[in-house]
Nanobody
Framework: QLQLVESGGGLVKPGGSLRLSCAASGDTLDRYAMGWFRQAPGKEREGVACISKKGLRTNYADSVKGRFTISRDNAKNTVYLQMNSLKPEDTAVYYC???????????WGQGTQVTVSS
C-alpha cells in the first residue's frame, strides 16, 4: 500500500518561496502519476499541478503557471512542488496524490499547511 507524506509547508510573506516535498513509501513511485492539490478554507479542492510517471509531462493550473514547478525524483521516491512568487490567495492545505493516471488518484497524503501573509 502506497503511503504519502507531505512536508515543507509553513508561513511565508507574499513574494516568497517554499518547496513542498511528498515522500512515498510502500511502493515504487515510478508506477504512479503524481499530482499536487490544494484546499483553502471554505473552498473546494483544486488541482495545482501534475506530472507523468517518468516526469516527461507536466501540467499546471492557470493560477500557478509560471510560479510553481512540479518535479519528481523517482530514485528518492519523492515528488516536489517549488512555489515562487507566492500570493495570499495561495494559502491552503496542500496535498499530494498518486494514481494510475493524471486523471484518477487513488492515494493521498495528509496535507501540509501553506500560509502566505505579511
Amino acid at each position: 500500500q502506497l503511503q504519502l507524506v507531505e512536508s515543507g509547508g509553513g508561513l511565508v510573506k507574499p513574494g516568497g518561496s517554499l518547496r513542498l516535498s511528498c515522500a512515498a513509501s510502500g511502493d515504487t513511485l515510478d508506477r504512479y502519476a503524481m499530482g499536487w492539490f490544494r484546499q483553502a478554507p471554505g473552498k473546494e479542492r483544486e488541482g495545482v499541478a501534475c506530472i507523468s510517471k517518468k516526469g516527461l509531462r507536466t501540467n499546471y493550473a492557470d493560477s500557478v503557471k509560471g510560479r510553481f514547478t512540479i518535479s519528481r525524483d523517482n530514485a528518492k521516491n519523492t515528488v516536489y512542488l517549488q512555489m515562487n512568487s507566492l500570493k495570499p490567495e495561495d494559502t491552503a492545505v496542500y496535498y499530494c496524490a498518486a494514481g494510475s493516471s493524471s486523471f484518477e488518484y487513488d492515494y493521498w497524503g495528509q496535507g501540509t499547511q501553506v500560509t502566505v501573509s505579511s
